[in-house]
């Protein structure tokens, strides 16, 4: 299923087991759900490793994978300190482990999010405009890109439109 859908699955299965983890009342539970998370955890460190290392720039990759464990240290604090914030402030020790999936849900977006500027310019709405479209006022938006990107000397960008939008499209 790739490793981005597999993640995906993965943060399913944590938020389900969270919000299972609020109403456990006996060992045999406890017990279950952490076999549940344990058959998940292995596989999603190393699927997020391998789908991380798509993404990272070639000859970049001891910067980027120190940043990657830098984050893992840090994951560490944020988790306990969310919850124990939540839990504090509620009064209840279910409520703050229940928080935690605001870190998961923060995570699939994130991970839905990596496609770049055309990703966001659909989930916008956006339309893509061909460099041949048949509207002039389009076509003449490309060339403009198009030369903005010739001049500059950086790739040419896709174009995308948000033609139900009144305000500027940027």
Do not use: C
Request: hydrophobic share 50%; no cysteine.
């Amino acid at each position: 299923i790739g490793p981005r859908r597999a993640i995906y699955l993965a943060l399913v299965v944590y938020i389900v087991a969270t919000t299972l983890a609020v109403f456990l009342t006996t060992a045999p539970q406890f017990y279950g759900l952490a076999a549940t998370i344990g058959l998940v955890q292995g596989g999603v460190q190393s699927l997020s490793r391998s789908l991380y290392a798509r993404l990272i720039p070639p000859g970049k990759s001891g910067e980027y994978f120190g940043f990657f464990n830098m984050l893992g240290k840090f994951s560490s604090i944020l988790g306990p300190v969310l919850a124990g914030t939540v839990a504090l402030v509620s009064g209840s020790q279910r409520v703050g482990i229940l928080s935690i999936i605001v870190l998961f849900g923060s995570a699939g977006k994130w991970l839905s999010l990596q496609g770049g500027g055309a990703v966001v310019a659909r989930a916008m709405g956006a339309d893509l405009v061909e460099a041949g479209h048949h509207d002039p006022l389009k076509r003449r938006l490309v060339n403009v890109v198009e030369e903005m990107a010739i001049a500059s000397g950086t790739p040419v960008p896709l174009v995308y439109v948000m033609d139900r939008e009144a305000g500027i499209n940027a």
